[in-house]
């Protein structure tokens, strides 16, 4: 058996897949992969000195994994309080609790490549936005 097959669904509900390997295939700003009762998983892509605009999310915990490229993630109080600061490479996670003001911004050469983990989701099933400016 190999490990990378694509996204199978057994009787139980339950779906394997490569994350990794979607957020590298993914062109959109944000591509919804699953969304259960109490989590939901998106990968992003943001191009090269892109950002995702501050934002919030008073309901949702959040958790951000930099599959590829290098992000810049900045986070705060307020908005225009953003003074938290990291760089992230590919394989780091930067867990942001409800409530609290980020964004990201893509430092790197190339496209960054995100997974995004939402608890509980913050999106609609099946939600695509291609571009940053749909998602607003």
């Not at 990794?20 to 062109?27: E, I």
């Not at 490229?69 to 996670?93: H, K």
Request: hydrophobic share 35%; charged share 15%; net charge neutral.
């Amino acid at each position: 058996m190999k490990c990378s097959q694509p996204i199978q669904q057994c009787q139980t509900g339950v779906e394997t897949m490569s994350l990794t390997a979607a957020a590298r295939r993914n062109g959109d700003f944000l591509h919804t992969v699953w969304t259960g009762t109490d989590l939901q998983v998106t990968v992003m892509c943001i191009p090269v000195c892109g950002q995702i605009p501050a934002e919030q999310h008073a309901q949702s915990d959040q958790m951000l994994r930099v599959e590829a490229g290098q992000a810049l993630i900045c986070a705060g109080s307020a908005p225009e309080d953003l003074s938290a600061q990291r760089c992230l490479c590919p394989g780091d996670v930067v867990f942001i609790p409800r409530g609290t003001w980020h964004r990201v911004v893509n430092i790197g050469q190339c496209p960054l490549r995100l997974s995004s983990v939402y608890a509980p989701p913050v999106h609609e099933a099946g939600t695509v936005y291609p571009t940053v400016q749909q998602a607003r």
